[in-house]
């Protein structure tokens, strides 16, 4: 199942800006082969993008700015739309020096954590080249409605994620002491993932790293993550349905419920859709309730209402109509969609994460 992740997880949990005398930076760059032009450095904050452009004189170039904590940059040229460098900037000096033909070949110098981020993709590149290609041919098989591929292809991306997750983990065994280590976390296992896969990784972090901004985000992903562990008894959900009266999740004990994070606009949701109407069509008389949770905002609220319509989804819907910023990506730490979790009869999790055959084969083990 082709994820969605949330836009602000998927470039750096960790950015901030801030105009502050400790939190200044500056880059001075060199290009030997470059000697004129416009380079351009994107700085990603939590709610927005800071934009700037330097000249290129004689090779030289240079930024300043403000980051409060290292944030995901990226240093482009006019005109090259498929090269960039994509980098930490942090609140000190760095210099960014190499023949500018490639951005991606690049040194950084002055920042510890890019030279761990270096050494990092080092390690994961035959993980990434592989990802590469799978969502080439992922692309490839949605563009052609090849449904066959599409499925083989869904099975092959939880193997994908697991050897990618087994990367990851070797990394942090090896450098506990970086911050790179916390972030990797952050970024590997902030989605589909249990707690008891996180902890042993929390736990091996030095304490200069735990106590670091890094380090907090995974402590509070980890603690979540313990409150919805399968076994326990789900968090109440209450927000409003599409005639705007307030439902809660717990109105619904005493059936086995599927709650379904999803949004009009995530396509791999709307294609994942079809699936849960059969499973609804086939259990709803032997039990089944579903209670779908939607990522739209206000804007979209009639784009809401009209997929509900347009897919056939029956069952019970609400949002708080806040998009990403939904109550419950807090609450269950969801950022990425679709995502669900099967309750029994009492509200407690019995399985997560279930799409296509995975959940049709746990109904038909619990209700028939």
Known sequence: MKKFLSGLFAISVFAANAQTSDSAFSISGKFSNVKTGTVYLTVYGENAAVKDSANIVNGTFSFKGFVQKPSTAFLTLKDRKDDNLRFFVEPLKMTISGKGDKLKELDISGSVLNTDDKKLKTFLKPVNEAEEKYYAAYSEASKNKNQAVLDSLDALEDVMTKRKRAAIK???????????????????????AEAEEVEPLYNALASSIKTSVAGEAVKKMLDIYKTIAIGQVVPDITQLDTTGKPLSLSSLRGKYVLVDFWASWCGPCRRENPNIVKAYEKYSGKGLEIFGVSYDNEKGAAKWKKAIVDDNLTWKQVSDLQGWKNATSDQFYIKAI????????????IAKNLFGQKLTDKLSELMN
Request: aromatic share 12%; net charge negative.
């Open 170 to 192: 070797e990394f942090v065994l090896a450098n506990p002491s970086s911050l790179r280590s916390a972030m990797a976390i952050s970024e590997n296992y902030g989605y589909y």
């Open 338 to 349: 679709p995502s669900n979790m099967l309750l029994d009869k009492e509200g407690r999790i």
